[in-house]
């Protein structure tokens, strides 16, 4: 019974810990998942076209994703709440977004965790692991000093 239950712990510990994993297709066709960038952090930013604090970061990820596309962080961001894909693609080419957009749903962001303000941003650490969660604009420095921190 002993050697059950601590078999059951380690089960449960295991699996919080395990990466997570998710698939979407961006506006490019290309399908992005987590997997596919084994030995990078990747950073998920989850925003709208009209939303302030979301266009005041923009350039922040444009920065980040260029500095660090090519050896250790990749930026993904997932538009909701847009009125056409059409409109978002138009943003992202009039702001030079450089990282792969994703025209995302709810039900879609559900894979990484839920959204409950814009924008949210979530951060995984290079193994896949989920290291960090923010609701709210966040800035180059400020990630760059979290993942040189780890």
């Known amino acids: ?8 712990c380690l089960l449960l510990t ?15 066709g290309q399908e992005q998942r987590l997997s596919n960038y084994r030995g990078k952090w990747v950073l998920v930013n989850f925003w709208a076209p009209w939303c302030p604090p979301c266009l005041e970061e923009i350039p922040d990820l444009i920065s980040l994703h ?4 090519d050896t250790d962080l990749v930026v993904i961001g997932i538009a ?7 409109g978002v693609m138009g943003f992202a080419e009039q702001h ?6 994703v025209l ?5 962001a559900a894979q990484i965790g839920e959204v409950g303000a814009l924008p949210t941003t979530y951060l995984f650490d ?3 692991k989920l290291v960090s969660h923010q609701e709210g604009a966040i800035t180059r420095d400020s990630v760059e000093e979290y993942i040189h921190k780890k």
């Open 126 to 128: 290079p193994a896949g």
């Open 80 to 86: 909701l709440e847009y009125s056409s894909p059409k």
């Open 96 to 101: 030079a977004i450089s990282y792969p957009i």
């Open 66 to 69: 260029n500095a660090h596309k």
């Open 104 to 108: 995302g749903t709810h039900k879609m």
């Open 14 to 28: 295991a699996l919080s810990a395990a990466a997570h994993e998710f698939a979407f297709k961006d506006t490019q």
């Open 1 to 8: 019974m002993l050697r059950s239950l601590l078999a059951a």
